[in-house]
């Protein structure tokens, strides 16, 4: 199998002359829920449960074509195995700084200004 196209379920499997059952069997994946996949699914196919069938198809779970797509909702894959699930947050962070009117900051860069310069590190670049 190349990398570069994407196969249905049915025929990543096909591919390896793999049954239903042995995928079921590779995957911890009931064969229902194979089953229902391959008939083109009523849901989004669970994160969990494509990793798992990916795995057992040697595939990235970008490199098969889920017929409604996938998410993180429903019900998790029950293969027993860890599956790690990488998210990516985006934070914000709040600096309190108390300004002391016996250290003059730079107005643009908030840095105290040497005694010597009067100039903040960054204004004298
Ligand atoms: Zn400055």
Known sequence: LTTEQKYT??????LLGMSKRDLS??????????NSIENGGKFQTNN??????????????H?????????????PAKTG???TIRRTFTISVTEEITID??????PR???????????????SK
Do not use: N, Q
């Open 9 to 14: 379920l049915k025929e990543a499997r096909t």
């Open 25 to 34: 069997k590779a995957s911890g994946i009931s064969l229902s829920a194979i």
């Open 48 to 61: 969990g449960v494509a990793l798992a069938l990916a795995e057992a198809l040697a595939l990235e779970v």
């Open 63 to 75: 490199e098969i074509k889920w017929p409604r797509g996938r998410s993180d909702l429903g019900r």
């Open 81 to 83: 195995k860890p599956i």
């Open 101 to 106: 009117s016996e250290h003059p900051l730079c």
């Open 109 to 123: 860069h908030f840095m105290v200004l040497p005694t010597g310069t009067g100039v903040c590190d960054f204004c």
